[in-house]
T-cell receptor, first 115, second 112 residues
Framework: DTGVSQNPRHKITKRGQNVTFRCDPI?????LYWYRQTLGQGPEFLTY????????KSRLLSDRFSAERPKGSFSTLEIQRTEQGDSAMYLC?????????????FGSGTRLTVV | EDQVTQSPEALRLQEGESSSLNCSYT??????LFWYRQDPGKGPEFLFT???AGEEKEKERLKATLTKKESFLHITAPKPEDSATYLC?????????????FGKGTMLLVSP
């Protein structure tokens, strides 16, 4: 297993379009997290899955954002009607168990640019 | 609300010049404090977890320490390959016990 995989690595879209990102976690990890990072800032939590159940959502996650993890394997994050403020790096992480005893392994992220 | 403040924002060192990065935190109850390293265009890479005041952990040229209000990442005799952004994050007891609150990071540049 080569770690957490995110696709695409880069996405440029026009304002108002919908985009979808994919995250493939480490195969035995049952917890999956989405974070967003803008330039010069630390990552901000968006949402968390344990297996296929979405257990936590940040208030940052507006109605335009939706995340799924069907069958508890890969996850998708969709942003509808993108806005320029959505431009950021979207990071996915997975873990084998509960924090703090099991740390996150992050993917390399999907960089979204909304023009 | 949980808060993490890192200083300095940026630090430039000569190779071999030791220094420390600071992470001050305010949380409702600390379950763990985490240090990550992030290279440009990459996701954060885990370095350490600290659980309670007085704890120390070491890895190569890095040593992390924890008090009740802050954590330090000491870098001894750094090399150019240590150049990266170092992120500090906290996990609070409640709520959001499965999530991390990150600081903005310290960008470290080590010159040969």
């Amino acid at each position: 297993d080569t770690g957490v995989s995110q696709n695409p690595r880069h996405k440029i879209t026009k304002r108002g379009q919908n985009v979808t990102f994919r995250c493939d976690p480490i195969s035995e990890h049952n917890r999956l997290y989405w974070y967003r990072q803008t330039l010069g800032q630390g990552p901000e939590f968006l949402t968390y899955f344990q297996n296929e159940a979405q257990l936590e959502k940040s208030r940052l996650l507006s109605d335009r954002f939706s995340a799924e993890r069907p069958k508890g394997s890969f996850s998708t994050l969709e942003i509808q009607r993108t806005e320029q403020g959505d431009s950021a790096m979207y990071l996915c992480a997975s873990s084998l168990g509960e924090l703090p005893n099991y740390g996150y392994t992050f993917g390399s992220g999907t960089r979204l640019t909304v023009v | 609300e949980d808060q993490v403040t890192q200083s300095p924002e940026a630090l430039r060192l000569q190779e071999g010049e030791s220094s420390s990065l600071n992470c001050s935190y305010t949380v409702s109850g600390l379950r763990g404090l985490f240090w990550y390293r992030q290279d440009p265009g990459k996701g954060p890479e885990f370095l350490f977890t600290l659980y309670s005041a007085g704890e120390e952990k070491e890895k190569e040229r890095l040593k992390a320490t924890l008090t009740k209000k802050e954590s330090f990442l000491h870098i001894t005799a750094p090399k150019p390959e240590d150049s990266a952004t170092y992120l500090c994050a906290v996990q609070a007891r409640n709520p959001g016990y499965s999530t991390l609150t990150f600081g903005k990071g310290t960008m470290l540049l080590v010159s040969p």
